[in-house]
């Protein structure tokens, strides 16, 4: 049996992974959080959605999604109508053509170069007791056939 790869659905992933976090690192609860302050401003019964704390402090509790299309249905169908997926396969072809990872450092290239020969080593495919011819270019492999 086969296995199969979307990069789409590890983009979701990643989205899901990151809005749980967010959701388990907590709520902080404090006198700036309740709006005390705010409170006494504009006292009881009065409209507090509008007030500029209630907006920031939103932001900051709910997470903040960029594959979950929270607008009005309205602007959705306007922006195109895509759905999770689609946008999420947009997203991983972009970072498979723009993505620059950096450098391992030789140290950590020098210890994954030792576990998989140990691995290799282990299941018998170790390459170091093959003779393993260097590939040579097409040009050279040209240049010797008869």
Not at 18 to 36: F, S, W
Not at 49 to 60: A, F, G, K, N, V
Not at 92 to 115: C, F, G, M, Q, W
Request: hydrophobic share 35%; net charge neutral.
């Amino acid at each position: 049996m086969g296995m199969t790869l979307s990069f789409a659905q590890l983009v979701m992933d990643n989205e899901f992974a990151r809005m749980i976090k967010h959701v388990v690192k907590g709520i902080p609860v404090n006198d700036e959080t309740l709006a005390v302050d705010v409170i006494r401003e504009i006292g009881p019964f009065k409209d507090f959605l509008s007030h500029d704390s209630t907006l920031q402090h939103m932001r900051e509790v709910q997470s903040q999604p960029r594959l979950i299309d929270r607008t009005m249905r309205e602007d959705w169908e306007k922006s195109g109508r895509t759905d999770m997926t689609q946008r999420a396969e947009e997203q991983a072809r972009h970072i498979l053509e723009t993505h620059k990872p950096e450098p391992l450092p030789d140290r950590v290239l020098a210890t994954l170069r030792s576990i998989v020969e140990e691995a290799e080593e282990q299941l018998g495919i170790s390459k170091k007791k093959q003779k393993v011819r260097p590939l040579r270019s097409k040009k050279t492999r040209d240049a010797a056939s008869p």
